[in-house]
């Protein structure tokens, strides 16, 4: 699994690791999370006034799945979040797909990209993960909200480059 979207692209969406439908279909950002983040590009472009938002590419810190094996149970793995050294081990193609993507901005989708990278590109910011915003009411949730006007921003400045 490496990404989904544009190269060369405006934007990098960096998040953390593949969960269960992204780990089956070996594409990022693809199960309910994957749906709300397409949802935020395309509101977030609409209320900034463009036709469609920014080029863009869609990666993760962590290029495949870091799960939880239950022990009762051999076909039932839960997600978990990756550790540092999971994280180190993709670094290096990580950066590869950066350096291929050629990005003006990178939007971390939550902490842990954000925790690892940051010291890695000159423009960067944070949004809520989708997951995080599911759990607290989807599009009704003024988290949601507070992403949208952070994306709509950043695809403002981005139509002015």
Known sequence: MIGR?????????????????????????????????????????????LEGPPSYYITNAVLCRPFIEDQNNDEYFENREPDREE?????????????????????????????????????????????????HGGTSSPYYLSTLRILQEIFSKMRKI
């Not at 199960?31 to 609409?46: C, E, H, T």
């Not at 081990?89 to 990005?103: D, H, Q, S, T």
């Open 87 to 135: 994280i180190l081990k993709c670094m290096k193609n990580v950066m590869e797909i950066a350096r291929c993507v050629r990005p003006k901005v990178v939007i971390f989708v939550g902490k842990i990209a954000e925790k690892y990278y940051q010291k890695e590109f000159s423009h960067t910011i944070r949004i809520f993960h989708p997951a995080f915003l599911l759990r």
């Open 5 to 49: 979207g544009s190269i060369p692209a405006d934007i990098l969406f960096m998040g953390e690791a593949p969960g269960k439908a992204e780990d089956i279909m070996g594409v990022p950002f693809v199960g309910p999370s994957g749906k709300l983040l397409d949802k935020l590009i395309v509101d977030s472009s609409l209320s900034a006034g």
